[in-house]
């Protein structure tokens, strides 16, 4: 089973992407799901995350404000729309599952990722 991130692409400084990470599976609604992103040279980094039903929601302090997690769990579905995009957003961006029930920053709790989708922001 693997989650499959989609979405990404090239925007322009302030502009916006919404992203979106299918996972079919049959224990989706069960457990929390997270956004992390990795940029070149840097160590991946936690970006949101959302409790199993969508109810609480965790953020990165930089991108708050600016992005929003969703869910949608009939679809098996997570969403991350990204506004007001900066340069310093560029990065692939995935997504994961962890068996935790509540939303986590914890990048060692998540136990399930996607293969990663690439945001570039042009100045």
């Known amino acids: 089973v693997q989650l499959q991130a989609s979405g990404g692409g090239l925007v322009q400084a302030g502009g916006s992407l919404r992203l979106s990470c299918a996972a079919p599976?049959?224990?989706?609604?069960?457990?929390?799901m997270g956004w992390f992103r990795q940029a070149p040279g840097k160590e991946r980094e936690f970006v949101a995350s959302?409790?199993?039903?969508?109810?609480?929601?965790l953020y990165q302090d930089s991108i708050k404000g600016r992005f929003t997690v969703s869910r949608d769990n009939a679809k098996q579905t997570v969403y991350l729309q990204m506004n007001s995009l900066k340069p310093e957003d560029t990065a692939i961006y995935y997504c994961?599952?962890?068996?935790?029930?509540?939303?986590?920053?914890?990048?060692?709790?998540?136990?399930?990722w996607g293969q990663g989708t690439q945001v570039t922001v042009s100045s």
């Open positions: 994961a599952r962890t068996r935790r029930t509540t939303a986590t920053r914890i990048v060692g709790v998540y136990d399930l």
């Open positions: 599976l049959r224990t989706f609604s069960s457990y929390a």
């Open positions: 959302i409790d199993k039903s969508g109810v609480s929601t």
